[in-house]
């Protein structure tokens, strides 16, 4: 009897080991299915939030671009006289002429010669900074940099102006020929580059340089002809006079002089690579210009009176 009762109390035992052992590997079973589908569902809810936060990015940066397109737009094709100290892009016409003449602050045009190089791009930065438009009178290359430049340029709401594809005084002055040649040349690429047709020139040494082969009188005829209009300067920042000029002396030559003009001031600037001093400088300058009574920072536009060395 008592063996009977120990065979089924053994029994009972080995039930109940198996019947936990099921339930311990249904749980299991449970557990490895389960998680995985639980950590599933985390990750496609995380990969959904970043998919959204990738489309709204994507959506903020289209509406950045349309909306420095527009206003990249707006001051090429829409140009107005500015009441803000920012910029004159006019198109021509006897009404803005006249209101632009009527505006008696003194106007201040940055012009940068020489470029583009790694220094326009930093320019350019400062530029935006502050909420200040110049003229870039350029030389051609070729190299990407350059031509994200010459496009920055004209997107930003920059007047873009000519100085010569090579810059070889040589041979862009050795007959009328060899400069229409170059002048050309230049201006067809920088049409390719930017779709935009430049007006406006400056000489490479200024239209009173004494190395030309040919009569100034002559290119500027030529000029004349093809409704091109060039500029010199009245104001130079010496930034030419060596390598590397001192910050301190090019803010002072430019500001000293600036004294002088009540009326138009047309500063020469460059960017070539070793003008770091230039633009240590750049916002010394506008700061003072801006804190300067009656006094308006602008692009070269076609209301802009040309600041000439050389009359006809």
């Given at each position: 009897m008592s063996v009977n009762q120990n065979d089924k109390n053994s029994s009972r035992e080995r039930t109940d080991r198996v019947r936990r052992l099921k339930k311990l590997i249904l749980?299991?079973?449970?557990?490895?299915?389960?998680?995985?589908?639980?950590?599933?569902?985390?990750?496609?809810?995380?990969?959904?939030?970043?998919?959204?936060?990738?489309?709204?990015?994507?959506e903020s940066k289209v509406v950045k671009e349309e909306q420095e397109?527009?206003?990249?737009?707006?001051?090429?094709?829409?140009?107005?006289?500015?009441?803000?100290?920012?910029?004159?892009?006019?198109?021509?016409?006897?009404?803005?002429r006249q209101d632009y003449e009527k505006d008696t602050r003194r106007k201040v045009y940055l012009t940068f010669d020489d470029g583009p190089s790694a220094n326009t791009a930093e320019i350019l930065d400062i530029l935006k900074e502050y909420h200040v438009k110049a003229t870039f009178f350029v030389v051609g290359k070729t190299d990407q940099a350059s031509i994200d430049n010459y496009r920055r340029i004209v997107k930003e709401g920059h007047t873009l102006g000519m100085h010569s594809y090579s810059h070889k005084y040589n041979e862009i002055y050795a007959s009328k020929q060899a400069y229409i040649d170059d002048l050309t040349k230049l201006k067809d690429y920088l049409y390719e580059v930017t779709g935009v047709t430049p007006r406006y020139v400056r000489f490479p040494g200024g239209s009173s340089n004494q190395v030309s082969n040919v009569d100034m009188r002559e290119l500027i005829d030529y000029l004349d002809e093809n409704d091109i209009i060039y500029f010199d300067w009245n104001i130079s920042s010496g930034d030419t006079d060596a390598s590397k000029v001192g910050v301190n002396r090019i803010v002072n030559n430019c500001m000293k002089k600036l004294e002088d003009f009540s009326d138009e001031a047309m500063i020469l600037l460059h960017d070539a690579n070793d003008k770091g001093t230039t633009v240590e400088a750049l916002p010394i300058m506008i700061e003072q210009i801006q804190d300067m009574d009656d006094t308006v920072l602008l692009p070269i536009s076609e209301d802009t009176i040309p600041i000439r060395h050389v009359r006809k």
């Open positions: 749980i299991l079973a449970a557990v490895i299915i389960v998680i995985p589908i639980i950590l599933c569902v985390i990750l496609f809810c995380k990969f959904q939030s970043l998919e959204d936060q990738i489309h709204q990015l994507q397109r527009k206003e990249s737009a707006k001051v090429t094709s829409q140009p107005s006289l500015s009441s803000n100290l920012l910029q004159v892009h006019g198109d021509g016409s006897e009404t803005e």
